[in-house]
């Protein structure tokens, strides 16, 4: 709707993943770096875990889409919700075998001989397996049979494994240790910074022919970076809904203001998560009254507002970290507040 409005080849913010955005900052450069690499090692795992939307499949089409398919041969597999019994089918059928009503063993030798028959004329073989938080160990430990595979003193298939945190617990596991020896890097790509964030929404409506129409203020990304945290998905939903908004008021123009008043909307139409203000609510819940009156407090109010400042100056890779230190700050604060309550109570009836 909006895209003609603003004079725009196409959509900016799509939600699907598109390696044609492709938007490398400090984070997605160094992720790029391991997976290039481990291309370039030929054998093991890279591990590369992100939060939901911090661009990891956008991050691995890209890769995908550079690949010479004349020296490797990439199998990408997204839907990983399944146990070991299933992982070799779906490998195989990635790699263009047939893998219905064929044994484990006649499915391995099947696999092998693909693999033999790749590195002997000259290509390589790697596996992507995206999503991989839903695997099981089992279809992990399948996954991990598969590197054994060896002509002479060469891998026959390299591997990423590409999810979400929590598959950090999964590697963390003691049937995990011979999955752990076969890793040969592991990153973590956190979201971006408020710098980032900004070069992240023009780059994008660079991609699509913006000219500056609309004029988005400064202090607008300042509203767009502190409400999505810096993932890139919660950053295209919002600016997506700006510009929707900007066209249905006929604006050429987004200030702070407008943004706020969007995040507002979404947050009132299906709650904090879609704008990104998750942990923020659950810090509030977690401090309870105290932190009410905190904010009742000027000085303790700017107080918190420099401690936050600070966290975000920091570029802290993970999220769930500056959370944990702005909780741990507050309750803190709290505690402060409340001693200092208690020696005045006592002041004054000793004072009586």
């Known amino acids: 709707m909006y895209e003609s409005f603003y004079g725009f080849k196409s959509k900016p913010f799509q939600l699907n993943p598109d390696p044609s955005f492709y938007y490398g900052s400090r984070g997605h450069r160094r992720a790029m ?8 090692q030929s054998e093991g795992f890279i591990v590369i875990t992100g939060d939901v939307g911090a661009g990891k499949t ?4 890209s890769l995908l889409q550079r690949l010479d398919p004349n020296k490797v041969v990439a199998a990408h597999l997204v839907s990983t919700q399944i146990d070991a019994d299933d992982i070799l089918r779906l490998v195989a059928a990635a790699f263009g075998l047939p893998a219905k009503n064929i044994e484990k063993a006649d499915l391995l030798l099947q696999l092998e001989a693909f693999l033999v028959r790749l590195t ?16 099981t160990q089992r279809a992990v430990e399948e996954l991990r049979m598969l ?22 617990k999964t590697m ?14 592991t990153y973590h790509l956190g979201p971006l910074d408020l710098a980032e964030t900004r070069a992240y929404v023009e780059h994008r409506l660079g991609c699509v022919g913006w000219k500056g129409d609309p004029r988005i203020e400064a202090s607008a990304f300042d509203v767009i970076h502190n409400a ?4 890139p998905r919660r950053i295209n939903t919002l600016c997506d809904r700006a510009l929707l908004a900007g066209f249905l008021s006929e604006k050429h123009g987004l200030s702070a203001a407008d943004v706020d008043e969007v995040v507002r909307e979404m947050r009132d139409e299906s709650g904090p998560e879609i704008a990104g203000l998750s942990a923020g609510s659950a810090a509030t819940s977690l401090a309870g009254s105290a932190f009410a009156e905190l904010l ?15 966290f975000q100056s920091a570029k802290l890779e993970a999220r769930i970290e500056q959370v944990e230190k ?12 409340q001693s200092i309550s208690a020696a005045e109570t006592k002041g004054s009836q000793n004072g009586r």
Do not use: C, W
Not at 147 to 168: C, K, W
């Open 33 to 40: 770096a391991y997976l290039d690499y481990g291309l370039h």
């Open 58 to 61: 956008t991050l691995v089409r």
């Open 120 to 135: 002997a004329g000259g290509k390589r073989a790697l596996l992507v397996v995206d999503e991989a938080q839903n695997l």
């Open 147 to 168: 590197s054994n595979f060896q002509l002479e003193d060469h891998a026959l298939l390299q591997s990423f494994l590409i999810g979400q945190p929590e598959f950090r």
């Open 172 to 185: 963390q596991s003691e049937y995990m240790q011979q999955l752990r020896q076969r890793v040969i890097a």
């Open 228 to 231: 999505s945290g810096g993932i």
């Open 296 to 310: 009742a407090d000027p000085a303790a109010a700017a107080r918190l507002a420099e401690i936050g400042a600070g």
């Open 326 to 337: 702005v909780l741990a700050a507050v309750l803190g604060l709290a505690q402060e507040r």
